[in-house]
């Protein structure tokens, strides 16, 4: 495997509560700079609920999870919560595995996952 990411990352702006980053090809330690990017440029500001999209994703790491959890610190640090869709059983599994999905909830799609943000707390 070479040195450099097999990851494309890139966030979506939803409305001024909700941001979507969409996650495609391998989540390992090479996307890190890629994933923090894309989260501090999209999901700043006001910004409530970020959705991660992993319905292009192909292969997570053991360092890919623990992406998550830096990227769950960071969000929870900003009063925001997070949100998945798009993972295969497989990594449904896994974040249900390590706990995660207790503290990102998950979703088969993004129309569940964006229906969940407009039924949050602070609507």
């Known amino acids: 495997m070479s040195m450099s990411s097999k990851a494309i990352i890139e ?3 939803v409305n001024d509560r909700s941001c979507i980053i969409d996650v495609q090809g391998e989540l390992t330690a090479f996307a890190e700079e890629s994933l923090m990017d894309a989260y501090n440029r999209g999901c700043g500001g006001g910004v409530r609920y970020v959705l991660l999209n992993f319905g292009g ?3 997570m790491s053991s360092s890919g999870i623990g992406l998550l959890v ?3 610190i960071r969000a929870q640090r900003q009063q925001q919560q997070m949100f998945a869709y798009g993972l295969s059983e497989h990594y449904c599994h896994i974040l249900e595995l390590t706990r995660l999905d207790e503290a990102i909830a998950l979703y088969p799609g993004e129309a569940e996952a964006l229906a969940a943000t407009e039924a949050g707390p602070d609507r």
């Open 70 to 72: 830096t990227l769950l």
């Open 57 to 59: 994703l192909e292969y």
């Open 11 to 13: 966030f979506r702006p």
